[in-house]
Nanobody
């Protein structure tokens, strides 16, 4: 089994910063892509940022220049540093990883989500 456990969500004031973390554990053989999606009330889930094992980055236009994704491959952990937060960044943030397991399964896995609320 594979688990993705997120942490770091909470309430933050506009203009503030927050760092999310997501650690993958279980019978992991190799992780290809790790990233973050978010879903605001009444909206579809959208990609925020992703990073391949080779270091290729992808950001949503709405977060470019404000958010930074990084990975610690030794710890199977991905981070999302969020700066200059805006009320429209309020959402549940989901970690995801495309990986293969020791059992030979390759698929996308999701974390349980962590709420980020940007409000004064």
């Amino acid at each position: 089994q594979v688990q993705l456990v997120e942490s770091g969500g909470g309430l933050v004031q506009p203009g503030g910063s927050r760092r999310l973390s997501c650690a993958a554990s279980g019978s992991i053989l190799s992780i290809y892509t790790m990233g973050w999606f978010r879903q605001a009330p009444g909206k579809q889930r959208e990609l925020v940022a992703s990073m391949t094992s080779g270091g290729n980055l992808n950001y949503a236009d709405s977060v470019k220049g404000r958010f930074t994704i990084s990975r610690d491959n030794a710890k199977n952990t991905v981070y999302l540093q969020m700066n200059s937060l805006k009320p429209e960044d309020t959402a549940v943030y989901y970690c995801n990883a495309v990986l293969s397991t020791i059992q030979g399964i390759s698929q996308r896995y999701w974390g349980q989500g962590t709420q980020v609320t940007v409000s004064s």
